[in-house]
């Protein structure tokens, strides 16, 4: 109003400061997006960056599929979960492990899947200790359905199928009926073909756990471990 600065300069500058705005709101977006990168990475190189286990390359030879600790120890840190653990699975039966919450059920069913290794006595498959079985027959033994059930962002079907890559739909569905998960996946939106969520977000807890038990009966290993499975 008082001339110091033209109208047409004026109006030039209201609208670049109007573009400035986008920018800087993007700039920020990416902020929370680099921090959550950045603790995303810590974590999985955290996992890459772990000592590999050390185990023999060459299958060995097991007489049966029975699990048997023998004075098992095992911590996650200094404090000690398991102390002297001793029992025997017989193979072709059923073994309960039953006790309070936090008292190392799903820890005994990790150290079995070779998750982690025992501070001190043994666990053994088929009368081997399992720091002598390579970690894909151990894999290739044990069928592991764990407490928190994780599912891929995959069809009902390819998660029912990762336990055992090469199966025919007809398996998979036999195994689904098995696991009693046949008919609430029928009842989905589209059946065997729906996308399940990261994580399997749209199904409850138990019908997760149905699908990887399913997996679990596909794959038909020697050894299933159901942890907490109802
Ligand atoms: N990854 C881990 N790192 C450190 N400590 C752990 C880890 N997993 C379990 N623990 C600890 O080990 C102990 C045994 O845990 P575990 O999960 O084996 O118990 P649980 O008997 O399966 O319990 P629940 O019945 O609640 O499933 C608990 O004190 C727990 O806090
Ligand atoms: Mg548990």
């Known amino acids: 109003m008082s001339g110091s600065i033209e109208a047409s300069a004026f109006i030039t500058c209201i609208i670049l400061a109007l573009g400035l705005v ?4 993007q700039a920020l977006q990416y902020t929370d997006n680099l921090a959550m990168a950045g603790s995303t990475v810590k974590e999985i ?3 890459l960056e772990e000592e590999e286990l050390d185990r023999p390359h060459k299958p060995v030879k097991l007489d049966n599929s029975q699990v048997s600790f ?8 200094d404090a000690e979960v398991l102390h002297g653990v001793s029992f025997k699975a017989v193979p072709k039966g059923m073994t309960a ?8 059920k799903s820890t005994v069913a990790r ?3 070779s998750f982690w290794e025992a501070k001190s006595g043994a666990v053994r498959i088929g009368g081997v200790d399992v720091r002598e079985l390579p970690l894909s ?9 764990s407490q928190d059930t994780f599912l891929f962002h995959l069809s009902v079907h390819e998660n029912i199928r990762i336990g055992r890559p090469g199966a025919t739909d007809a398996e998979v569905i036999s195994a689904a009926k098995q696991a009693s998960c046949h008919d609430f996946i029928s009842a989905l939106f589209q059946g065997y073909d729906t996308i399940l969520g990261d994580g399997g977000g749209s199904l409850s807890g138990g019908e997760r756990q149905r699908i990887a038990i399913a997996g679990a009966i596909l794959k038909n290993g020697p050894i299933i471990i159901l942890d907490e499975a109802a």
């Not at 986008?22 to 709101?25: S, V, Y």
């Not at 027959?137 to 359905?145: D, G, P």
């Open 70 to 77: 023998e004075n098992v120890g095992f911590g996650y840190g």
């Open 137 to 145: 027959q151990v894999m290739e033994t044990i069928s592991y359905v």
């Open 22 to 25: 986008k920018p800087l709101i």
């Open 111 to 113: 150290l079995i899947a």
């Open 97 to 104: 492990i039953v006790g309070p919450s936090g008292s190392g």
């Open 45 to 47: 190189s955290g996992l």
